[in-house]
């Protein structure tokens, strides 16, 4: 996913956007919904900035598609 490794250690890579995020990971919208519990709406609302993701679902969402919770500002 978003992992790279540089000097042995593992790190998260950081994305700017929710959307490259997304995109990064692979998955569809409607994968994501299912593995965070949301609809794929909600997860359409927050990729077209329509609504922001409370900072527990921002938390969810660097879980799921591995990557560093900073790129969902």
């Known amino acids: 996913m978003g992992n790279t490794r540089t000097n042995g250690r593992a790190y998260r890579k ?43 679902m921002i938390i969810r969402f660097d879980e799921v598609l591995g990557v560093d919770a900073r790129a969902f500002r």
């Open 14 to 56: 950081r994305y700017y956007s929710f959307e490259e995020a997304l995109k990064a990971s692979g998955m569809t919208q409607s994968e994501l919904a299912r593995k965070v519990g949301k609809t794929r709406q909600y997860i359409s609302m927050v990729y077209n900035r329509h609504c922001r993701p409370s900072a527990k």
